[in-house]
């Protein structure tokens, strides 16, 4: 038996592919997962090239790791996601006890280059992106919880000035509706109770039907609400561009879509999204969330902010300030722009000190801090359904949850409700989690 040890940075595609990894060399009963670094045969490390210092991030784990090579030189390490896509075999050049690089699209082929480099002793590589071949590969899950993430389309072809993907990650391509409904069925027949649609840019999604017609979002959500025991739906992450009137109407006729949407924005300043060649103006985005409440007046937005992009005053970013007061916004994730190499902003003057940029991201960081509480507070006494996920990380008397809105909350009550939905008295509020008590 050979032990795997497996190293996920980034967001939740990469998280998705290093699952696939895992149950494809698990499929194999020569391998098991270990969490334990000491004891692994194997070293997997699937990279985040998103913002700063990712390759040098890459080359200090990679350095930890040879030390472990050093005193067992049979193990062998791979290297796989957005870093190993872009810098490809310059990885040899830096470390050159790497055994494996393997692209975004190639994790498929890991269990062949593992045994290639077990038979020849020598390296080997492959970044290529053969279009939606991995999922050829997908294995039925050994075990699932109450939800599950599940992959839709990948790739963007969107080129916004700030960002790597769509040179990590290739062009858009959708997966075959029928593959995608085919996987959630027999998901919820293992207890699944909600879906996570997951993409770079989900409602992009063209995919073919069986009988070759262009399958859109909208209509993917619609036949995803029709699959029994899936109750909720949620997606990540969908796009100001092409949020059509076919999604509004979509929340507008399917309770199982989750009154909670996560769209990113970036900048409340015009001239900023111009630069960052967003292709929509805030006009646009308030419009979009208009639409939105008009079908869900309860509906809550939370976004990605970028601050201290190149350009960018003291003005826009008050634009940026007023825009979040205007939505009032739920969340937020909000970064400090990171000058990533290869992008048309790499060009751009940087002209925002450090300091004023960390200045900016507090105050906005601040701001939708106070309105996360906002959105909180007004729960309190409420009764929300809640899909019981597992056991308490904090106190293991406890369960937890989340509500259609995304809070997690914990509450005491018998581990038969894992997995399944309940009723819950909102009866503490805290920043991050609520507490709850069974009705
Ligand atoms: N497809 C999504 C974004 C995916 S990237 C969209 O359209 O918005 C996830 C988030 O990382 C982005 O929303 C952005 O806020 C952040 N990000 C991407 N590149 C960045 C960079 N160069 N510097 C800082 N943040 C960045
Ligand atoms: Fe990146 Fe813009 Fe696409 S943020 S993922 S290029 S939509």
Redesign the pocket.
Known sequence: MKYIYIKTWGCQMNEYDSSMIASLLENNNEYLITENVEKADILILNTCS??EKAQEKVFHQLGRWRKLKNNNPKIIIAVGGCVATQEGKEIFKRASYVDIIFGTQTLHKLPNMISEVQENKKSTIDISFPKLEKFNYLLKPKKTGSTSFISIMEG?NKYCS??V?PYTRGDEISRPCDDILFEISNLAENGVREINLLG??VNAYQGRTFNNKICYFSELIRLVAEIEGIDRIRFT?S?PLEFTDDIIEVYRDTPKLVSFLHL?V?SGSNKILNLMKRSYTTEDYESIINKLISVRPNIQISS???VGFPGESETDFQETITFIKKINFDMSFS?I??N?PGTPASKMKDNVDLKEKKKRLYFLQHLINMQTMMWSRKMFNSTQSVLVEGISNKNIMELYGRTENNRIVTFTGKYNMIGKFIKLKIKKIHTHSLKGELI
Do not use: A, K
């Open positions: 998103i913002r963007c700030f960002c993907v770079q840019n992450t796009n990113p970036q990605d902010f970028i970064f722009y990171s990533r």
